[in-house]
């Protein structure tokens, strides 16, 4: 299945799985195809037979899953770690995201930046490139804020597709990070940001184009958390 899928595909999954996109590699029809039609346990099923024989990004994706607290009990950094570091040490970028972002929820932020940093310079992983660039402004793993470098970044990862980028950097204008000028113009550029922001979303719900991890979620990952007890 393309990374594009059909606005009407895209209006079951949102409908019937999905609050809000999540990044799925290159796993197979199936596990796409479960989340379209809401199979939530079919999903997990073959996410886990696909990990089990071995798929390093499908054992990411569970480990994603347990970062965001896809499953009943919540967040669980711990688990997202074990999924994913066997991975990330195999230079599996996806692998490399997941084991920072867990890294970083333990407030563990060397580690979260050193693999945060591989997942976008050796991966080439376009939402850790952006996530670099918002650590890199804000200086959350690093020695000090530094607007200009984390510019850079986002605008590296908006020539290479992400589709959330420009607002990343339109968002920092707004704050005033580069004069009243750039304020102005950011101002009268959001509203359209948002507005292509929501179509992306609905056109690439799969893809990293449109992949960005919220440390404060807007609610559930899915409609209905997934029970992981039942697969042991």
């Known amino acids: 299945?393309?990374?594009?899928?059909?606005?009407?595909?895209?209006?079951?999954?949102?409908?019937?799985?999905?609050?809000?996109?999540?990044?799925?590699?290159?796993?197979?029809?199936?596990?796409?195809?479960?989340?379209?039609?809401?199979?939530?346990?079919?999903?997990?099923?073959?996410?886990?037979?696909?990990?089990?024989?071995?798929?390093?990004?499908?054992?990411?994706?569970?480990?994603?899953?347990?970062?965001?607290?896809?499953?009943?009990?919540?967040?669980?950094?711990?688990?997202?770690?074990?999924?994913?570091?066997?991975?990330?040490?195999?230079?599996?970028?996806?692998?490399?995201?997941?084991?920072?972002?867990?890294?970083?929820?333990?407030?563990?932020?060397?580690?979260a930046t050193n693999w945060m940093l591989k997942s976008a310079t050796s991966g080439d992983f376009l939402p850790a490139i952006v996530d670099s660039g918002v650590w890199m402004a804000s200086g959350s793993g690093f020695k000090a804020p530094d607007a200009r470098a984390g510019l850079k970044t986002l605008w590296l990862a908006q020539k290479k597709g992400h589709r959330f980028a420009i607002a990343y950097i339109a968002q920092m204008f707004l704050r005033g990070r580069f004069g009243i000028l750039g304020r102005i113009v950011a101002v009268i550029v959001f509203p359209l940001l948002i507005l292509w922001g929501a179509l992306a979303t609905i056109i690439w719900p799969f893809s990293a184009k449109t992949f960005a991890h919220n440390p404060q979620p807007r609610g559930p990952l899915f409609k209905v958390p997934i029970d992981a007890e039942k697969y042991g």
């Open 1 to 111: 299945m393309s990374r594009r899928i059909s606005i009407s595909d895209s209006w079951k999954l949102y409908r019937n799985s999905l609050n809000y996109p999540l990044y799925v590699p290159t796993l197979g029809d199936r596990i796409e195809k479960s989340l379209i039609d809401g199979d939530l346990d079919g999903f997990h099923r073959e996410l886990r037979r696909l990990a089990a024989l071995g798929s390093r990004p499908a054992s990411a994706l569970l480990g994603y899953l347990y970062l965001r607290g896809a499953f009943k009990g919540g967040p669980r950094p711990d688990l997202a770690e074990t999924h994913s570091v066997e991975g990330a040490k195999e230079g599996d970028p996806f692998s490399q995201y997941v084991l920072a972002w867990s890294f970083f929820n333990r407030d563990r932020r060397a580690d």
